[in-house]
């Protein structure tokens, strides 16, 4: 299943909030999820507040689950996994 995942970073000169994007094929089990393949990160080369270039990628990122994305692992979840509408209750 292809998933948004969302991170932030601070700007390491002017401390603005940078929000990068990753879209992994993500495989889906009962309580976890694991990423497997190829996917595509996107972060912005420079800072929107300052205009400083970044060369890499901020280190460190927790990456969170979009909404839509969270959305649909709990649909398919259920769908796959009917019990675990009955742990949630």
């Not at 401390?15 to 996917?39: A, D």
């Not at 507040?49 to 460190?60: A, D, F, K």
Request: net charge positive.
């Amino acid at each position: 299943m292809m998933v948004t995942l969302t991170a932030r970073a601070r700007c390491g000169l002017c401390g603005f909030i940078r929000r990068g994007f990753m879209f992994p094929e993500m495989r889906i089990n009962k309580r976890s999820m694991r990423s497997h393949g190829v996917h595509l990160v996107m972060f912005k080369d420079r800072c929107d507040e300052c205009g400083t270039i970044s060369g890499t990628r901020p280190l460190g990122l927790v990456w969170i689950l979009d909404p839509e994305s969270a959305e649909k692992v709990r649909v398919y979840r259920l769908r796959r996994w009917p019990e675990l509408a009955q742990e949630a209750a």
